[in-house]
């Protein structure tokens, strides 16, 4: 799979490269690096003590949401594969102690709650740049950057998202893709959500950048 760089004109399709705030970013990096873990698996921090105090968490919530209540945690781990496609209904922010790649795709694409795995999308995201995903992107765990490493990656969203599950009757289809608040999932048939019970969405092969990286 060709692996493209979020500094690629590709990637203004589904979120763009945040300029400026040098010092939150250090701020934040330095965190990420001595105060996360670095699972052999993948694991996810909805909201992280050590990033929400800093004060970088502040000025990025007062500013690139707007003085919203948000929150800051982390997905940190190793993993190649997709097996899943999620989407909120908000950006998230995102920016690494380590080179990351993420598997994106775009939510027009999707038809009948379902979508096809080629027309995912592979961008490689260097440590230390901050990235917002918009609402329209697709994506899931983030992926390695090379065989022999992990990564560790801050993942800020509106105070809430992915914590517990709404209690509601489903009406139509998309409610059923909910698996948390703010979260709606396409999993592939090989994922483990799938076998959790996730909507099978993703159809084609569960891509696997192993060997492309």
């Known amino acids: 799979m060709k692996i493209l760089k979020v500094t690629d004109p590709e990637f203004t399709n589904y979120g763009r490269i945040i300029e400026g705030y040098e010092e939150e970013k250090k701020q934040i990096e330095e965190a990420l690096r001595d105060k996360t873990p670095i699972p052999e698996g993948t694991d996810y921090v909805a909201e992280e003590k050590v990033l929400q105090e800093l004060p970088a968490a502040d000025r990025i919530a007062n500013s690139l949401f707007g003085g919203s209540p948000m929150q800051f945690g982390w997905c940190n781990g190793h993993n190649t594969k997709l097996n899943c496609l999620e989407y909120h209904r908000s950006s998230e922010i ?96 090989e994922s483990s959500e799938a076998k959790n019970g996730a909507w099978i969405g993703i159809t084609g092969e569960n891509i696997d950048i192993v060997a492309d990286i």
């Open 94 to 189: 995102n920016l690494g102690a380590t080179d990351f790649i993420l598997l994106l795709a775009k939510r027009e694409e999707i038809v009948d709650h379902k979508i096809d795995s080629s027309k995912v999308k592979a961008f490689l995201c260097p440590k230390g740049t901050m990235i917002e995903v918009y609402a329209t992107a697709l994506h899931y765990a983030p992926c390695q950057a090379s065989k022999d490493s992990g990564f560790q990656v801050l993942v800020g969203l509106p105070k809430g998202t992915n914590v517990g599950m709404p209690s509601f009757t489903p009406v139509n289809q998309e409610d059923k893709l909910m698996t948390a608040t703010n979260k709606w999932l396409l999993a592939h048939a």
